[in-house]
């Protein structure tokens, strides 16, 4: 019984002092804090679209409201910006061969998603994303022509979260491919959880660019823990994409990554058990 307390007693204070390490790393490099008590967060890509409830349709309203009601801690959404500068919620840079940077929000809207939704404005998909405090929108800010229009995207972004109360770290992640966009992000909203997806760089790197936090993708992630540690050791966040399969989500819940984002989220959620780190 004195070892088995031992041993629990040792393990507490290992915690401690990593928790003491990360903190002290958050205040120096202006990161916000963040501790999930080692448990991982699971990241709807793009909603929870892959259900009846949502009629399998990525980036549609239906599919974020079917992450909401089961629990996720994050559902993912994509924003582009049409030609006559109207914010769309879209994975891909077309929609049907028509380029959005190119058209107008009118040319765009009635191209259907396979539930019958119309593509959503930002302002649209905020509705739904008000109702629901414990679903953080992980909002990906997609690279565009140039760092004038990734400005504005950032600029009209922010005040459709502003005018929906949802400007606040602790409803609202963002992500981004643009190396531009996640430093206009940390210029501007140092608070928020601000990561970058195109993975290139090193958690040191992002850091001196005030980036705080990565999400990149698995087969960098499943490289080894040293970017995972490293970027922990900075104070900084990490998430991984996009991991469906079994043996992939076991991976990276072996690396411990702080959330995860997947297209199977029921599935990851069966595999993390009690390490799901629910709001």
């Not at 593509?119 to 953080?136: C, F, H, M, N, W």
């Not at 229009?149 to 109360?165: P, Q, T």
């Not at 823990?225 to 076991?250: I, P, Q």
Request: charged fraction near 25%; hydrophobic fraction near 40%.
């Amino acid at each position: 019984m004195k070892k088995v307390i031992t041993i629990l007693a040792a393990a507490l204070a290992i915690c401690a002092c990593s928790s003491t390490k990360k903190t002290a790393a958050q205040k120096e490099n202006g990161f916000p804090a963040f501790d999930q008590g080692g448990k991982i967060a699971i990241v709807a890509h793009r909603g929870f679209w892959d259900c009846e409830a949502a009629g399998h349709s990525e980036n549609s309203i239906a599919s974020l409201k079917a992450a909401q009601d089961n629990g996720f801690w994050g559902s993912e959404f994509d924003v582009h910006l049409t030609s006559d500068d109207v914010v769309i919620v879209n994975h891909d840079g077309n929609i049907d061969g028509l380029k959005i940077q190119e058209h107008t929000y009118a040319e765009l809207k009635d191209h259907l998603l396979p539930n019958g939704e119309h593509r959503p404005t930002i302002d649209e998909y905020l509705v739904q994303g008000a109702k629901s405090k414990k679903t953080v929108l992980v909002l990906e800010l997609k690279s565009l022509n140039t760092p004038e229009r990734e400005d504005l995207l950032v600029d009209k972004s922010i005040a459709a979260l502003k005018n929906h109360g949802l400007y606040k770290p602790d409803r609202v992640a963002f992500i981004s491919f643009s190396k531009h966009i996640c430093e206009r992000v940390a210029e501007l909203c140092p608070e928020f959880t601000n990561q970058y997806l195109n993975g290139e760089l090193g958690p040191d790197a992002l850091a001196k660019l005030g980036i705080n936090g990565f999400d990149y993708h698995q087969k960098i992630v499943s490289l080894g823990k040293s970017w995972v540690d490293r970027a922990h050791e900075l104070g900084m966040s990490t998430n991984v994409w996009t991991v469906n399969k079994e043996k992939d989500l076991n991976k990276m819940i072996e690396i411990g990554v702080d959330a995860i984002t997947t297209n199977a989220p029921l599935l990851a959620r069966q595999l993390l058990g009690e390490r799901e780190y629910r709001k």
